[in-house]
Each structure stands twice: as C-alpha cells, then as structure tokens.
C-alpha cells in the first residue's frame, strides 16, 4: 500500500490531505558531494531539513511550529521555496539556503504548493488551488507577476523546468487517467506525453533534457520510478522493487534522489539513473520526503 499516492508531500492535517503533489527540481548536485533538502517529520511535525549527499550533517532548516514542505533549491543553491501552512494559510516561502530570511510569497487566499525554480533562477512554477482545481502557475522568485499557465478543466500538477527554460512538464488528469503533459513557458503548446492504464506523475527532466524521470503504478499497485526518452518515447522501469518508489530528483551528473517506503517507513535514497548503486541515505523510524539537490559540486 503506497503511503502517499500522487503525493509529494505529507498533507497538513485538514489543510491540503488529498491535494499535494510535490514539484522536484534538480538543483545541480553531485552525487556525494553537495547537499539534498527534504522534509520530515522526525521532531514530530514537518520541517525542512538539510543533509550532505553521503547521509551526514542533517540540519533541522525550517524550525517552526507549522508544518513545512516539499522544499526545492534555487540552481545556484542558495535561496530554498518550500510550502508551509505555518500562520494557517498554505503558502510558498523562500528562505536562504542556512534557513534564514524565511518570507511568504503568495498571498494565501489558496491553496500554493509545489514550488520549482527555473534554470535561470528568476522565476518559480507551482500549484495552485485558485480557479478551484489544481493547475500550474508561474511567478517572479519575488512572488510577483503571477499567472496560470495550464488553465485547464483537470487537475494539473507537478511542475519541473526543461534545463533550457523553454517548457514545462507537469501531471494532469484532464483527459480522465493521470498522464504526464508537457508545454511551452508561457504555457502554449500543451501535449500529452504518456498514455497509460496506470497513473503516471511526479514528472523531473534529466540535466540534457533527453529523459524525463517519473512515477508510474504498477499492476501491482506499487509504484516505481521508470525514464522516458524524448526521442524515442520509450519507456522504461529503472527502480524494480516491490516496495513502493518515488518522488525522484535529478542531479547535474545524473544521480537521482528519491522516496522509498522498501523499509517500512518512508526514506531518502539515491541511485544512478540507470537505477545503479542504489545507496540510503535517511535512516529513522520518522519519514523522510521529497528530497532535493541543492548547490553545485
């Protein structure tokens, strides 16, 4: 049974349960250098937390009260958006890659989660709430100019950035089945990319832009972690556990982050993108979510 489906982030209580489903962005990191951002609730209520890629110097970032999520770096590493429903609002904040500086940047009158930066820095897709599904909006990193680039009758989740900026690949239910789609930055252009019986989501772009890492369920009903080539439109099962796998991150040299419930609970792994040298990363009876590569090698 997955613990979180479609989710990338433990829903706050009453706030967004069935509504989240995280954006990864890849940050730039090195497989054991660098550092993954991820949420957990290991002091018991969610924060964001900071750790080195080879699973030491963990750092509790956020250290509120509230219940802080789904966090996700800028590409120069040092600026973090997360979503937090700290003053009962679910909104998006930025803070300083050390936890400092922690600031609102939308409004609350919705609900705004899943924050992913574009390559350049300058701008931040989410999901939002405000037209009364799910649907992905783009924003200045200081929270202006704010608009809604899927505009669709479904529900549209999961933002990621291609690594030249150009498009935007998301997950959408508007054609029935949860699907991955892809569009232009300013939100024309809308395609379908898979076409499945099982539901496919949590969509991230490989640092070349030739592959898009996602989740998909099994028949089994697990899910797991599978590739999909730009070119070719094949896909393929990169994960193969029969635990369930997801919530993947791309780094700059092709390591990827991701959740894992193979140990009961949820925890942070990686791997290599062809699904080699699978390593843990988190260790704790706590679960550890929606990891992040944050800051160059």
């Not at 973090?80 to 609102?104: E, L, N």
């Not at 709430?129 to 783009?138: E, H, K, L, N």
């Not at 496919?200 to 797991?224: H, L, Q, R």
Request: net charge negative.
């Amino acid at each position: 049974m997955r613990l979180f489906p479609h989710f990338r982030t433990l829903a706050p209580a009453g706030l967004i349960a069935g509504l989240v489903s995280v954006a990864v962005l890849s940050c730039g990191g090195s497989s054991d250098s660098g550092t993954i951002v991820f949420q957990t609730n290991r002091d018991g209520n969610s924060e964001v937390y900071s750790a080195s890629a080879n699973g030491s110097s963990f750092k509790n970032l956020t250290n509120d009260p509230g219940g802080d999520y789904s966090p996700s770096c800028s590409p120069d590493g040092s600026r973090i958006a997360f979503t937090s429903d700290r003053d009962g609002a679910v909104r998006i904040y930025v803070m300083k890659s050390d936890g400092s500086s922690q600031a609102a940047i939308t409004d609350g009158q919705s609900t705004d989660i899943t924050p992913a930066w574009s390559p350049e820095g300058d701008r931040i897709a989410f999901s939002s709430t405000r037209t009364g599904t799910q649907q992905i909006w783009v924003m200045r990193a200081d929270g202006s100019e704010q608009m809604n680039l899927s505009n669709s009758l479904g529900s549209d989740r999961n933002p990621s950035w291609s690594p030249d900026g150009s498009q935007i690949v998301f997950s959408s239910d508007r054609d029935g089945n949860q699907e991955l789609y892809i569009m232009n930055a300013d939100g024309s252009g809308q395609t379908r990319l898979t076409n499945n019986l099982s539901a496919d989501w949590d969509p991230v772009f490989s640092p070349d832009g030739s592959t898009i890492v996602f989740v998909s369920d099994s028949d089994t009903g697990s899910s797991e972690i599978e590739v999909l080539d730009r070119r070719t439109s094949e896909q393929k099962n990169i994960s193969s556990s029969d635990a369930n796998d997801w919530s993947p991150a791309v780094s700059s040299n092709h390591k990827i982050a991701f959740v894992t419930d193979r140990d009961a609970n949820a925890e942070v792994y990686t791997m290599n993108i062809d699904g080699s040298s699978v390593k843990r990363l988190t260790a704790n009876d706590a679960n550890d979510l929606t990891p992040d590569w944050c800051g160059k090698p």
